[in-house]
């Protein structure tokens, strides 16, 4: 079992409309929450960063965390086609020797049409 | 968020050959860097922390007489392909962590081993 799980899609919606992206996690130890956004061919773009269950809204974005299920959510609004990538999950240990150490879900690929 | 730059972007070399890959840090002061790999349609993996002043620490299964990193100053860190062969063709990009924990990755390298 991968420590991290992240549905690969792909995803594909009309513009406008809501998006849902979701990973589990089985190691409690994941303390800090990324997600990330990636083009083809390009470096990951964080999006979000929580380190607390809860919700946290940037612009179109709400990253949401629920600790106790091992859950984590990115919702998009208002999609537009320049939304059309990969999105990784991504997440850390607090402290110690595995302190930054990003463990990624395996991406989900959206593509928002027209 | 922190910016982080790659280069070359892309290096194509011979089986056999050493390349080299720069990360720099260009707003920010590092003292701690990560080197990732990323395959064809696969989420990226840890290769190695990259500790300003110190000797790297290299993730289970990753070769550290083959993939040799130094990182120099707060800046910037190398990471040397040694002897390079077709299996190690793959996107290699590095990241800083800020104080608060939050990572940036650089545009990346794609490396092609003929």
């Known amino acids: 079992q991968k420590e991290v799980e992240q549905d690969p899609g792909p995803l594909s919606v009309p513009e406008g409309a809501i998006v849902s992206l979701n990973c589990t996690y089985s190691n409690s130890a994941f303390q800090y929450f990324m997600w990330y956004r990636q083009y083809s061919r390009k470096g990951p773009e964080l999006l979000m960063y929580t380190y607390s269950s809860g919700n946290k809204e940037d612009g179109r974005f709400t990253a949401q965390v629920d600790k106790s299920s091992k859950y984590i959510s990115l919702f998009i609004r208002d999609s537009q086609p320049s939304d059309s990538a990969t999105y990784l999950c991504?997440?850390?240990?607090?402290?110690?020797?595995?302190?930054?150490?990003?463990?990624f879900g395996q991406g989900t690929i959206l593509t928002v049409h027209p | 968020g922190a910016v982080v730059s790659q280069h070359p972007s892309w290096v194509i070399c011979k089986s056999g050959t050493s390349v080299k890959i720069e990360c720099r840090s260009l707003d920010f002061q590092a003292t701690t860097m990560f080197w990732y790999r990323q395959f064809p349609k696969q989420s990226l993996m840890l290769m190695a922390t990259s500790n300003e002043g110190s000797k790297a620490t290299y993730e289970q299964g990753v070769e550290k007489d083959k993939f040799l990193i130094n990182h120099a100053s707060l800046t910037l860190s190398t990471l040397t392909v040694t002897s390079a062969h077709p299996e190690d063709s793959s996107f290699y990009i590095c990241?800083?962590?800020?104080?608060?924990?939050?990572?940036?990755f650089g545009p990346g390298t794609r490396l092609t081993v003929t």
């Open positions: 991504a997440m850390s240990r607090a402290g110690g020797t595995s302190y930054g150490k990003l463990t």
């Open positions: 990241s800083i962590m800020t104080a608060f924990g939050e990572q940036y």
